[in-house]
């Protein structure tokens, strides 16, 4: 059964930092496309970050570019959303999906992300 579980949000300041992380349970991660999402009430659910399963490519939303990185780490089947400078307005639930070749998804429950002013 697959299972994603993200940590790490909380409770943060603009201009701070903050990682998000997902670990996967019945899925290795270095063999699916593994996408960050994020979800801020009344919006849609919003494409943030990928990691691709070949060659571990990286793709960004224009407007995290230069302050979001994704990573991961295939020995422990995690993947990482490195938040540099978060803005009010990227309050949200930040989602992990993963995509396997098939094109199923696996979403995580979400982790809650409150950045102040």
């Known amino acids: 059964q697959v299972q994603l579980a993200e940590s790490g949000g909380g409770f943060v300041q603009a201009g701070a930092s903050l990682r998000l992380s997902c670990v996967a349970s ?32 990286t793709n960004y939303a224009d407007s995290v570019k230069g302050r979001f990185t994704i990573s ?8 990482y959303l490195q938040m540099n400078s978060p803005k009010p307005e990227e309050t949200a639930t ?7 070749s098939d094109g199923i998804n696996y979403w995580g429950k979400g982790t809650q992300d409150n950045v102040s002013s």
């Open 26 to 57: 019945g899925l290795t991660v270095s063999s699916y496309h593994v996408a960050w999402y994020r979800q801020s009430p009344g919006k849609d659910r919003e494409f943030v970050a990928v990691i691709n399963r070949i060659g571990g490519n």
């Open 72 to 79: 991961r780490d295939g020995a422990k089947d995690m993947v």
């Open 94 to 100: 930040y989602y992990c999906n993963a995509k396997d």
